[in-house]
């Protein structure tokens, strides 16, 4: 079982910048596929970014060129740095890992984009 927590979320306002972080518990945190999704109120959760246990990355389209994936294997974490944010960014992001059919998903983290 892999725990992660998902840190950094809060209210900020249009234009502004935010970076989510996740913490995942697990030995092979290297060998996880890590991604974010998110979900606004009365939508379906999509897929925000995902890197690759090769560090392959692959943005959701609204992400792409405003949005940034990185992760560290040294501390276990999946980050997500966003910029340019606006009011359609609201919603709760969630970290997911996955491995070998085996998918984890963290409680989510809230971000609201005042305009």
């Known amino acids: 079982q892999v725990q992660l927590v998902e840190s950094g979320g809060r209210s900020v306002q249009a234009g502004e910048s935010l970076e989510l972080s996740c913490a995942a518990s697990?030995?092979?945190?290297?060998?996880?596929?890590m991604a974010w999704y998110r979900q606004a109120p009365g939508k379906q959760r999509e897929l925000v970014a995902v890197?690759?246990?090769?560090?392959?990355?692959s943005y959701g389209e609204f992400a792409r060129g405003r949005f940034h994936i990185w992760r560290d294997n040294g501390k276990n974490t999946a980050n997500l740095q966003m910029s340019s944010l606006a009011s359609e960014d609201t919603g709760v992001y969630y970290c997911?890992?996955?491995?070998?059919?085996?998918?984890?998903w963290g409680q989510g983290t809230q971000v609201t984009v005042s305009s």
């Open positions: 997911n890992a996955k491995l070998r059919g085996q998918t984890y």
């Open positions: 890197i690759g246990s090769n560090h392959r990355t």
């Open positions: 697990t030995h092979i945190f290297s060998a996880y596929d």
